[in-house]
């Protein structure tokens, strides 16, 4: 369990933890595991949405250009800004030159115009647009160079180790860079943080603008009614990339392949691993947010005891049929004396699977314990003592 030094829990030390396994409720074993399919692509990625664990992968960490994936920043962005209402997606931004002059996949927008937000992340999302993603970038930070920044920014706060852009384009960089487990990681940020936008706009086909149709270059789309966005990319450098989520049997996994030999590559490889994740694995649900766990005591406490919670719903993706093999490893804190608030951990439980752990959760005190009265401490001093 990782604390602050100066915390109440750091005080107490490592000394003080107190492990206990408990095993979880068994299903009965159905057959193993397979390996993951033969994949040819350079880097590629398995991910459970609702748990976060990567279920398979291969270099899955690897720097690669990553072409118009680039995009699904620029809609995080652009997103959180719908969301804080900064813009609606009435909001018109003023076309730019540089943003006509773009190459690459474009919306064909055209210079002096108006063109709502709206319009705009369509021809992000299903057109693939360079010059969609120029103008939100302008419209949203003022200027290309700023949203790029404030692009990094975001990549650092989310937690992508191996992403850094230079541009809002993908087009060819040696700076511009990510991996198959950040694209995954922030296309899961993307599903679970705007739902609804992501529902608006990542599962349309088609758009037409200004007399134009293009069709959604996931290709999935029509092949899978399961898989409902997001993205894929293609330059000479980056290869094919297809970054794509599906839904089914109430799980939602995310395939990320980069560096596929062909459309039609990227499209099948991409398939393979949903279909492998929904065919071998299962979610569970093991402690549901601010619901009691246990209840342990706190010293000098008014009260002297408190339920002890997880913040967030803790899951686990776990080879289905092998639920029985799982074991929870519960680790608090010997002695906890008050005051005690809900902000500062007691201790931390795991979910592990054959030496390996799947999923972890801090845990807190439900309620903020005071520092009880004299008489109190005094009675419970000499009960403890005795």
């Not at 692009?151 to 180790?161: D, E, V």
């Not at 030999?261 to 694995?281: D, I, K, P, Q, V």
Request: glycine letters at 6%; hydrophobic letters at 45%.
């Amino acid at each position: 369990m990782s604390v602050s030094p100066r915390s109440p829990a750091a005080r107490l030390g490592l000394s003080a933890l107190l492990l206990v396994a408990v095993a979880l409720p068994s299903l009965r074993a159905q057959g193993f595991l397979p390996p993951p399919p033969p994949m040819a692509a350079k880097s590629w990625v398995l991910l459970d949405a609702q748990s976060g664990q990567v279920l398979a992968a291969h270099n899955r960490n690897v720097h690669l250009p990553q072409a118009s994936l680039t995009k699904l920043m620029v809609a995080y962005i652009t997103f959180t800004a719908l969301t804080s209402h900064s813009v609606s997606p009435h909001t018109r931004f003023t076309i730019s030159t540089a943003a006509w002059r773009t190459g690459g996949s474009r919306m064909f927008l055209n210079p002096g115009t108006q063109v709502s937000v709206n319009d705009l992340l369509l021809g992000l999302i299903v057109d693939s647009g360079n010059d969609a993603a120029v103008a939100l970038a302008q419209g949203i930070a003022g200027s290309r160079a700023g949203f790029v920044a404030l692009m990094n920014r975001y990549a650092h706060r989310l937690g992508l180790k191996n992403t850094h852009f230079m541009d809002v384009d993908g087009l060819p960089n040696p700076d511009h860079y990510s991996s198959a487990l950040d694209i995954a990681l922030l296309s899961r940020d993307i599903i679970r943080t705007f739902p609804a936008l992501y529902h608006r706009y990542f599962a349309v086909k088609s758009f037409t603008w200004d007399h134009i149709t293009q069709y959604n270059r996931v290709t999935l789309l029509w092949s899978d009614t399961s898989v409902d966005g997001l993205k894929t990319g293609y330059t000479t450098e980056a290869g094919y990339c297809m970054d794509a989520s599906a839904h089914r049997h109430g799980m939602r996994l995310i395939a990320v392949v980069m560096g596929a030999g062909s459309e039609a590559a990227r499209a099948r490889e991409a398939e393979a691993l949903l279909n492998y994740g929904f065919s071998f694995y299962r979610d569970h649900r093991l402690y549901v947010a601010d619901r009691p766990i246990r209840t342990i005591s706190v010293w000098l406490g008014d009260p002297g005891h408190a339920a002890v919670v997880v913040r967030r719903t803790l899951w686990a993706t776990v080879p289905r049929g092998h639920y029985r093999e799982t074991r929870l490893k519960l680790a608090l804190l010997r002695r906890l004396r008050a005051p005690w608030s809900t902000t500062t951990p007691v201790g931390r439980i795991g979910v592990w699977f054959h030496g390996r752990e799947l999923a972890s959760r801090a845990l807190y005190l439900s309620r903020p314990v005071d520092r009880a009265g004299w008489w109190a401490r005094l009675v419970d001093r000499i009960e403890r003592w005795i």
